[in-house]
């Protein structure tokens, strides 16, 4: 699923979907890009920032056209303990490469990788940052 901002619309007909992975995308050349992922994660179960949320912010290539502060962007991915993806999707071989992470990140948080969990390897993930 796609979607804007959360809460996601309620269909009352079907079952709420079944979320393995949930990723936010910050762009750095929109001033208010960072509100609405902020106003989102009031929706998001805290369970989730266990291992099943990340953070994609683009437009990196540009920081000279950033209209979000940095500190702000870092802080987020502190406050929940969440890995961040940093990229340029103006760029092919980036935006392909970031495609690969996250559906690797998303197999891992869906459980087809044995041996991993979606919390082990967030936690490296954070590490690594």
Same mark, same amino acid.
């Given at each position: ?14 079952l ?5 992975? +949930? #990723? ?7 001033k208010? /890009?960072?509100k609405? #992922?902020?106003d /989102?994660?009031?929706y998001v179960?805290? /369970?989730?920032?266990?291992?099943? #949320?990340?953070f994609? =912010?683009?437009? @990196?290539g540009? #920081?000279?056209?950033?209209s ?10 502190? @406050? ?12 092919e &071989? @980036?935006? =392909?490469?970031?495609? $690969?992470?996250? @559906?690797?990140?998303? $197999?891992?948080? &869906?459980?087809h +990788?044995?041996g =991993?969990?979606a ?11």
């Open positions: 699923h796609l979607a804007t901002s959360l809460p996601l619309p309620s269909d009352s007909d079907r709420p979907p079944k979320i393995d992975l +949930i #990723v936010f995308m910050i762009d750095i050349k929109n208010y /890009s960072l609405k #992922v902020e /989102s994660l009031a179960d805290p /369970s989730y920032f266990l291992g099943k #949320v990340c994609l =912010v683009t437009g @990196v540009r #920081v000279n056209c950033c979000i502060e940095m500190n702000a962007v870092w802080r987020l991915g502190e @406050v929940y303990c969440s890995p961040m993806l940093f990229c340029e999707l103006e760029l &071989a @980036v935006r =392909v490469s970031t495609a $690969q992470r996250l @559906v690797r990140m998303l $197999q891992i948080c &869906a459980g +990788i044995p =991993v969990s919390l082990s390897f967030s936690s490296l993930m954070w590490n690594s940052a």
